[in-house]
């Protein structure tokens, strides 16, 4: 089954704009909550990552924000650009779990 | 500093047939992980490799194996091939068995399976 739900399948967004993905875990264990971004023929590259101790995290452009009580996290891309046309995928885990769950991904597209 | 390698890049192989796929982990890594991408879907965990020995399994049937070297390398094997089985296989290393933070994985570009 899935742990870990991803919405939109895909989002198109303008040069500057503003991209955001959501993700909604079932798991309470879960403590570990990282994105990755893929492009295509490459693997996932570790983006950013939180843990509930905190409710958001800023990396540069990229920010999540987390809802333990919704069990709920999102990535906001701010200012987009054509270079971050890429897949993003939410994933969750135990902290120093073996294994990650991940989301079925976001297909961004940057539009310049 | 080199990255995760695998190969082949792609291969194409016959419903029934078995196959092999080959995974170099990053230099300083010890574990070695692979996770199956269905096209449009995320990565799914098959197994993890650490001390040469398997550390954990998800939901996968027998017929898919691996194997860890002294080196660290990993190998992938199917056997039985299903035309489900096609996919994009990756392979993460990582120094420890941990997933998480800046010490967890690095992933491959991964082998694209296509079984007909």
Known sequence: QQQVKQ?????????????????????????????????????????????????????????????????QFSL?????????????????????????SFGAGTTVTVRA | ETGVTQSPTHLIKTRGQQVTLRCSSQSGHNTVSWYQQALGQGPQFI????????????????????????NYSSELNVNALELDDSALYLCASSLGTGSSGSSGYTFGSGTRLTVV
């Open chain 1, 7 to 71: 919405s939109p399948q895909s989002l198109i967004v303008q040069k500057g704009g503003i991209s955001i993905i959501n993700c909604a875990y079932e798991n309470t264990a879960f403590d570990y909550f990282p994105w990755y971004q893929q492009f295509p023929g490459k693997g996932p590259a570790l983006l950013i990552a939180i843990r509930p101790d905190v409710s958001e995290k800023k990396e540069g452009r990229f920010t999540i924000s987390f809802n333990k009580s919704a069990k």
């Open chain 1, 76 to 100: 906001h891309i701010m200012d987009s650009q054509p270079g971050d046309s890429a897949t993003y995928f939410c994933a969750a885990s135990r902290w120093a779990d073996y294994k990650l």
């Open chain 2, 47 to 70: 197994f993890q490799y650490y001390r040469e020995e398997e550390n954990g399994r998800g939901n996968f049937p027998p017929r898919f194996s691996g194997l860890q070297f002294p």
